[in-house]
């Protein structure tokens, strides 16, 4: 997850740090009686945040009393400088928690539990099973997510047709047959938009699991059913092997340091023609002047050799910082944010899977590039939902150090019979504790 594009200048940086350090916990209150309300975005980009933007203007004429000051950090570093908000108590009321947070955030009491201000609130009965699942974090209330992430491929219609392949690659094996036929490099044309850079432990982890996708506990997709750890698995080692020839033969080079933005502007641009990612790249690619609608499409994700995938659950949403000195206020908009009209418009404009049940019953959802997840949700046996143990306090430990050994196999400086072991013992360490 995540991972967005973002436009902030070096002076949007600068002012991020400056109101990072302003006194008090956010919530000023005017001489007029007025609130004003810090909120910081994670996973920023322009789309998203003009969207906020519009849909805090419509919080502000509702409630006049109240005003919002959107910080929108760049991506990259976005949990970082709200980590160093929380950690300071200050300048920060409304803040976006992340399953890949909340853990570290929760225990170190920097999130405030709204459990008790949302006992008897009647947008509960409007949202979907998962979305009310997902606000419980430890029996308490550290954020109500504003939508769903599942992982999907963006393939290019028209590269893959002049190919000469039929469709799109259905399974691991198929991308990386795909992949190696498309790499061109004297023509800057490649296959695969390889995730090298932040984050790229999440894209490793999902052919891992294809590979292992007929083992793995679904309340832990880490583990396997025999209690051992997915990267223990002799499949672990084929899956990751095969990830690594992706890499060789069909991906640039430079995508050993590919972030979300450079691998969704390499798709969008036509350098290459397979792009794994989130939904919410729907919404940015349809916003690109660079492709047509008539140039890309949306498969389901990627099986492993028994022809199975897990679809790991993501989510994020918005919660308050413990130091707020208006979390009245604050409840206030993230009830406003979590029902109706705004749920409804951030989920459609981020293109994220929705929190709100009427949404079963939306054209949105399916059709165009949206019939990929429609067919993954259709077909459970094929496309395994599994939780992945993302609210665990380390988690954030955990995505640098992989991140940083992947980074070392792609670059030939460990193996992969070496990263999977050092993952291995990780994971087991920290679930036997």
Do not use: H
């Amino acid at each position: 997850m995540k991972k967005k594009l973002t436009a902030i200048t070096a002076l949007g940086v600068a002012a991020v740090l400056a109101l990072s350090g302003c006194g008090g916990g956010g919530g000023n209150t005017s001489a007029d009686g007025t609130v004003t309300l810090k909120m910081v975005e994670s996973l920023t980009n322009p789309t998203r945040t003009d969207t906020l933007k519009a849909l805090l203007e419509g919080f502000e004429k509702e409630n006049p009393t109240i005003k919002v000051d959107l910080i929108s950090p760049p991506t990259d570093s976005a949990d970082q400088k709200i980590q160093q908000m929380l950690q300071s108590g200050k300048g920060i009321d409304v803040v976006e928690a992340r399953d890949i947070t909340v853990g570290s955030f929760g225990a170190n009491n920097w999130l405030y539990d709204m459990t008790a201000d949302l006992k008897d609130w009647d947008g509960w009965e409007n949202l979907t099973d998962n979305a009310v699942n997902y606000s419980k974090q430890d029996d308490k209330t550290y954020y109500i997510p504003y939508g769903f992430y599942g992982l999907s491929l963006f393939y290019r219609t028209d590269l893959v047709k002049d190919a000469g392949f039929s469709g799109p690659p259905a399974s691991w094996q198929d991308l990386l047959e795909q992949s190696e036929k498309l790499n061109d490099p004297d023509a800057n044309k490649f296959g695969y938009a390889f995730r090298g850079g932040p984050n790229a432990n999440s894209n490793a982890v999902a052919v891992i699991e294809a590979y292992t996708a007929d083992q793995v506990d679904k309340e832990n997709a880490f583990k396997l059913s025999n209690g051992k750890t997915i990267f223990s698995a002799p499949e672990a080692q084929q899956a990751m092997d095969d990830y690594l020839e992706i890499f060789k033969k069909g991906s640039p080079p430079s995508s050993v340091a590919w972030g979300y933005p450079e691998m969704v502007q390499g798709f969008s641009n036509g350098s290459t023609a397979f792009l794994l990612q989130d939904p919410e790249v729907i919404a940015t690619i349809k916003e690109s002047k660079s492709i047509k609608d008539d140039q890309w499409s949306v498969a389901p994700l990627l099986t492993g050799p028994t022809g199975k995938a897990i679809q790991p659950v993501a989510t994020a949403g918005w919660g308050i910082a413990e130091s707020s000195t208006a979390k009245p206020e604050a409840v206030k908009l993230i009830k406003y944010l979590s029902q109706g009209e705004p749920a409804t418009q951030f989920s459609k404009d981020n293109s994220l899977v929705p929190i709100l049940k009427s949404a079963a019953d939306d054209p949105f959802y399916s059709t165009g590039p949206w019939a990929a997840y429609v067919t993954m949700t259709e077909n459970p046996d094929t496309y395994i939902s599994a939780v992945q143990p993302r609210g665990v306090s380390w988690w954030t430990e955990w995505i640098k150090k992989s991140d940083g050994e992947l980074q070392r196999v792609l670059t030939g400086k460990m193996t992969t019979k070496e990263l999977l072991a050092s993952w291995d013992s990780y994971w087991t360490e920290k679930m036997a504790g």
